[in-house]
């Protein structure tokens, strides 16, 4: 199975940059990692994708290490509004299945 | 604007009915998905397709069933075997192409009478 390990919860003050790991030691070279977030009661939204290179886009940035094992979502300033579970998941090459785990659940302090 | 339409937004089941959630898209996607969230656990897969009138089971298919007749729908009944139903349901979508992000419904959640 595409499985992905993330910590439970995390924590972060508003306005501070926000650091959201995951492992993924089971990836293939072909491989793209997604991240999504769910608000409650709604379905997940997408957060940013990657293959091998940093990623950047106006909600996130996307780190990727070099054995492509782990990755690191960065929330350069969390809001109140980022308060959410964050899941991180990779898609096989056939991505005929999606795993999603029980993702990070980031409070964020005011 | 395109997206994935799940109905109803609630919805209730008396013990021993079939009941069907709807999910519809006109992202002109493949690949469609029902996945299962129970409280405060990630989401589960039940079944997925990824192209008309074919379509595979997922983790936890036993209970359920689905139909593909047409690209944009992918509806999901919940049968009398499924023995615990009470759940958030959600509906997605993407392209064939692991490049491109997957899509969510707004989810429909289940309960028993």
């Known amino acids: 199975d595409a499985k992905t390990t993330q910590p439970n919860s995390m924590e972060s003050n508003e306005e501070e940059p926000v650091h959201l790991p995951c492992n993924h030691s089971t990836i293939s070279g072909t491989d793209y990692i997604h991240w999504y977030r769910q608000l409650p009661s709604q379905g997940p939204e997408y957060v940013i994708h990657g293959l091998t290179s940093n990623v950047n886009n106006r909600m996130a940035s996307l780190a990727i290490a070099e054995d492509r094992k782990s990755s690191t979502l960065i929330l350069h300033r969390a809001t109140l509004r980022d308060a959410a579970v964050y899941y991180c998941?990779?898609?096989?090459?056939?991505?005929?299945?999606?795993?999603f785990g029980s993702g990070t659940k980031l409070n964020v302090k005011p | 604007d395109g997206g994935i339409t799940q109905s109803p937004k609630y919805l209730f089941r008396k013990e021993g009915q079939n009941v069907t959630l709807s999910c519809e898209q006109n992202l002109n996607h493949d690949a469609m998905y029902w996945y299962r969230q129970d409280p405060g656990q990630g989401l589960r897969l039940i079944y997925y397709?990824?192209?008309?009138?074919?379509?595979q089971k997922g983790d936890i298919a036993e209970g359920y069933s689905v139909s593909r007749e047409k690209k944009e729908s992918f509806p999901l009944t919940v049968t009398s075997a499924q023995k615990n139903p009470t759940a958030f349901y959600l509906c997605?979508?993407?392209?064939?192409?692991?490049?491109?992000?997957?899509?969510f419904g707004d989810g429909t959640r289940l309960s028993i009478l």
């Open positions: 397709s990824q192209i008309v009138n074919d379509f």
């Open positions: 997605a979508s993407n392209p064939r192409d692991s490049n491109q992000p997957q899509h």
């Open positions: 998941i990779f898609l096989p090459y056939n991505f005929n299945k999606f795993y």
